[in-house]
């Protein structure tokens, strides 16, 4: 139970609580901001800075692999030493690095703050969750978290837009110094009205599993990026990718023993808890990793601007405004797990048809696909917080939902690592094997950045291909892609419905329903 706290006048209770979600909701909004506005800078930040692709994909992933390895950790600090506490220095931290990251010198300094501001973002979003879990109760609640969820829709429909109109009239620095103005505005708002509480049972933090696990995802994330440059039976690889193994063994064990730890495994015992965890993942491959390569195709390949291809995006994105509050509703009459499911699978169907969309072809062949994967992502999206505690004895509920915020989030940043990796590979395959005059060391060199959407610097690499040709081998492997991710998605959607049949997933009540995806309060 949570220390108490003092009581206050209704007005001014309700003012100071309208405060601190307005708090929370300029946190939460930050972090779609952090991913999508980066994803469309890539180009932008090229062109400035230069550097190897393997840097250039580490601006999106440095951030994701510190965000997603660093939630459970910060969750455990901020019940044991304040939820405000934590809150005032994961902003402090993520607003600070932003505005580094305007200024940033080059692309290693660059990469660092990423991880720093993910780092940061974890810290507030976690405290920030807890805290607002004690300001509002029963059906308020619930609408307190749905607007957390709206802001998070907001951030992934418009932070496209925004960031390629910033882009455009400002340059790519701009972005990271608004997200450093909305976090700073929400650190001053917590500071006023944020009251001080934390769990007077907490103990302490599971540092090795915490640093096991952390080490597994990083080794393995660079393992998966570096792959397609140095070779996937390379020394490099192998060592990378055996030593994330090793520290994963590790992490199982540690789990096993201890006390307190940061994730028991026994869940994974019951199947609608493991089913939960796949449909945490799902989305990365049908959606996120969607937000970076996008835009990369649409600014280096097609050739569209930053601010065209910002529009583009709101195609994918905007359904997640209305369609996942629909389907909380619809759940009271519906089993959640047909919901979820249904929309994987249109989903799928939306990344095939995307998949007969060539390079060079008109924006509005693109739009029908783009909004059926939007469509059918914001199904699952609204309802996999309230599958996520539903599935497990109530005592267990808060541990059941930080091993779903830590699988979604760090499931999307692996997601991300293993399709540029595979979009890697099958565009060095793609120009060494269909192009005449490239041979396999120049299709190892070039085909990296040609994935990345650097078409002119691939057109550098190879003087003597066309560019029409470069662009067609990358609409090949990017073809090639797509149906591996419909593929996924499709299986997802099959083994979600296998392991969600369970008297407490098929259905959800009005509370848990109503919470956005990754916004379970503990």
Same mark, same amino acid.
């Given at each position: 139970?949570?220390?108490?706290?003092?009581?206050?006048?209704?007005?001014?209770?309700?003012?100071?609580?309208?405060?601190?979600?307005?708090?929370?909701?300029? !946190?939460? &909004?930050?972090?779609?901001?952090?991913?999508?506005?980066?994803?469309? #800078?890539?180009?932008? @930040?090229?062109?400035?800075?230069?550097?190897?692709?393997?840097?250039?994909?580490? @601006?999106?992933?440095?951030?994701?692999?510190?965000?997603?390895?660093?939630?459970?950790?910060?969750?455990?600090?901020?019940?044991?030493?304040?939820?405000?506490?934590?809150?005032?220095?994961?902003?402090?931290?993520?607003?600070?690095?932003?505005?580094?990251?305007?200024?940033?010198?080059?692309?290693?300094?660059?990469?660092?703050?990423?991880?720093?501001?993910?780092?940061?973002?974890? *810290?507030?979003?976690?405290?920030?969750?807890?805290?607002?879990?004690?300001?509002?109760?029963?059906?308020?609640?619930?609408?307190?978290?749905?607007? %957390?969820?709206?802001?998070?829709?907001?951030?992934?429909?418009?932070?496209? +837009?925004?960031?390629?109109?910033? @882009?455009?009239?400002?340059?790519?620095?701009?972005?990271?110094?608004?997200?450093?103005?909305?976090?700073?505005?929400?650190?001053?708002?917590?500071?006023?009205?944020?009251?001080?509480?934390?769990?007077?049972?907490?103990?302490?933090?599971?540092?090795?599993?915490? &640093?096991?696990?952390? =080490?597994?995802?990083?080794?393995?994330?660079?393992?998966?990026?570096?792959?397609?440059?140095?070779?996937?039976?390379?020394?490099?690889?192998?060592? &990378?990718?055996? =030593?994330?193994?090793?520290?994963?063994?590790? +992490?199982?064990?540690?789990?096993?023993?201890?006390?307190?730890? *940061?994730?028991?495994?026994?869940?994974?015992?019951?199947?609608?808890?493991?089913?939960?965890?796949?449909?945490?993942?799902?989305?990365? +491959?049908?959606?996120?990793?969607?937000?970076?390569?996008?835009?990369?195709?649409? %600014?280096? @390949?097609?050739?569209?601007? $930053?601010?065209? #291809?910002?529009?583009?995006?709101?195609?994918?994105?905007?359904? *997640?405004?209305?369609?996942?509050?629909?389907?909380?509703?619809?759940?009271?009459? %519906?089993?959640?797990?047909?919901?979820?499911?249904?929309?994987?699978?249109?989903?799928?169907?939306?990344?095939?048809?995307?998949?007969?969309?060539?390079?060079?072809?008109?924006?509005?062949?693109?739009?029908?696909?783009?909004?059926? %994967?939007?469509?059918?992502?914001?199904?699952?999206?609204?309802?996999?917080?309230?599958? #996520?505690?539903?599935?497990?004895?109530?005592?267990? #509920?808060?541990?059941?939902?930080?091993?779903?915020?830590?699988?979604?989030?760090?499931?999307?940043?692996?997601?991300?690592?293993?399709?540029?990796?595979?979009?890697?590979?099958?565009?060095?395959?793609?120009?060494? =094997?269909?192009?005449?005059?490239?041979?396999?060391?120049?299709?190892?060199?070039?085909?990296?950045?040609?994935?990345?959407?650097?078409?002119?610097? $691939?057109?550098?690499?190879?003087?003597?291909?066309?560019?029409?040709?470069?662009?067609?081998?990358?609409?090949?492997? +990017?073809?090639?892609?797509?149906?591996?991710?419909?593929?996924?998605?499709? $299986?997802?959607?099959?083994?979600?419905?296998?392991?969600?049949?369970?008297? !407490?997933?098929?259905?959800?009540?009005?509370?848990?329903?109503?919470?956005?995806?990754?916004?379970?309060?503990?």
């Amino acid at each position: 139970m949570d220390t108490n706290l003092p009581a206050q006048a209704p007005d001014q209770a309700t003012a100071r609580r309208t405060l601190v979600l307005a708090a929370v909701c300029l !946190a939460a &909004l930050c972090m779609p901001l952090s991913f999508t506005g980066p994803a469309i #800078a890539i180009p932008a @930040i090229a062109a400035d800075l230069h550097g190897t692709p393997l840097a250039l994909a580490w @601006i999106t992933n440095a951030f994701m692999l510190s965000f997603g390895g660093c939630l459970m950790v910060a969750g455990a600090l901020a019940d044991r030493y304040g939820r405000k506490r934590v809150f005032l220095l994961g902003m402090g931290v993520f607003s600070a690095a932003a505005l580094a990251l305007s200024a940033a010198p080059g692309l290693l300094s660059l990469d660092v703050l990423r991880a720093v501001q993910g780092l940061g973002c974890a *810290m507030a979003l976690s405290s920030g969750l807890a805290a607002l879990a004690q300001e509002f109760d029963g059906p308020a609640r619930a609408r307190a978290f749905s607007l %957390i969820g709206t802001a998070f829709g907001v951030g992934l429909a418009f932070g496209p +837009f925004l960031a390629g109109t910033l @882009i455009t009239h400002t340059g790519w620095r701009a972005i990271f110094a608004a997200t450093a103005a909305a976090g700073l505005a929400a650190l001053l708002a917590a500071a006023r009205a944020m009251r001080e509480s934390r769990d007077p049972q907490a103990q302490g933090v599971d540092w090795p599993g915490a &640093l096991t696990f952390t =080490g597994a995802l990083s080794l393995f994330t660079y393992g998966l990026l570096q792959a397609p440059h140095k070779g996937w039976g390379s020394a490099a690889s192998l060592g &990378l990718l055996g =030593g994330a193994a090793l520290l994963l063994g590790v +992490f199982i064990r540690v789990e096993r023993h201890a006390a307190r730890p *940061m994730l028991d495994l026994t869940l994974f015992r019951l199947p609608a808890f493991a089913g939960v965890q796949l449909l945490a993942a799902a989305p990365a +491959f049908s959606f996120v990793v969607l937000l970076v390569l996008l835009p990369a195709r649409f %600014i280096g @390949i097609e050739g569209y601007s $930053a601010l065209e #291809a910002g529009r583009m995006m709101i195609a994918l994105s905007a359904p *997640m405004l209305v369609l996942p509050i629909l389907a909380g509703m619809a759940a009271q009459r %519906i089993a959640a797990a047909h919901i979820c499911a249904s929309g994987l699978l249109l989903a799928a169907g939306g990344l095939l048809w995307l998949s007969s969309c060539a390079p060079g072809q008109s924006p509005a062949t693109l739009l029908g696909p783009l909004l059926l %994967i939007g469509c059918g992502i914001s199904l699952p999206w609204g309802l996999m917080d309230g599958l #996520a505690i539903s599935v497990v004895p109530v005592e267990r #509920a808060g541990m059941a939902a930080g091993i779903f915020n830590t699988t979604r989030v760090a499931g999307e940043g692996l997601a991300l690592a293993i399709v540029s990796a595979l979009l890697g590979t099958l565009t060095v395959a793609a120009l060494g =094997g269909g192009i005449a005059g490239i041979g396999a060391e120049q299709a190892a060199h070039a085909g990296p950045f040609l994935a990345l959407g650097e078409l002119r610097h $691939a057109n550098t690499l190879l003087p003597h291909t066309p560019a029409a040709e470069l662009a067609q081998a990358y609409g090949t492997a +990017f073809r090639h892609l797509l149906y591996v991710l419909a593929s996924i998605t499709t $299986a997802s959607a099959l083994l979600i419905l296998a392991f969600l049949r369970h008297p !407490a997933a098929a259905t959800m009540g009005t509370d848990t329903a109503a919470l956005p995806a990754g916004k379970v309060q503990n």
